[in-house]
């Protein structure tokens, strides 16, 4: 079973940036596809990114696109996300989420419903 636990969370200032991380525990993730997904209140969950298994090629939501960038420590059972730039509406509770079904491919998963396993989340609040 994969525990996700992701950290780095918290309050930023417009323009500002924030790295959060993903710490996958229980089960190497190293062969899975994993993504950031963010949740605003009162709108649903939202795809900001995902990355393969290699770390070779990612994908962006167009909301983030430009700003967003994730990578991986396949040694750390890790992975990253970095925004730059950061707007208000970016305020929202971001999860990491592991995707199995198809190991060591190029395949990315866009939303929830294909990833199996989900942090708890991290909060992450953007000041005008």
């Known amino acids: 079973q994969v525990q996700l636990v992701e950290s780095g969370g918290g309050l930023v200032q417009f323009g500002g940036s924030l790295r959060l991380s993903c710490a996958a525990s229980g089960h190497s993730v190293s062969s899975y596809t994993m993504g950031w997904f963010r949740r605003a209140p009162g709108k649903d969950r939202e795809f900001v990114g995902a990355i393969n298994w290699n770390g070779r090629r990612t994908f962006y939501g167009s909301s983030v696109k430009g700003r967003a960038t994730i990578s991986r420590d396949i040694a750390e059972n890790t992975n990253y996300l970095q925004m730059n730039n950061l707007k208000p509406e970016d305020t929202a509770v971001y999860y990491c989420?592991?995707?199995?079904?198809?190991?060591?491919?190029?395949?990315?998963?866009?939303?929830?419903?294909?990833?199996?396993?989900w942090g708890q989340g991290t909060q992450v609040t953007v000041s005008s």
């Open positions: 989420a592991a995707d199995s079904t198809y190991p060591e491919t190029d395949y990315l998963g866009r939303v929830p419903m294909e990833y199996e396993y």
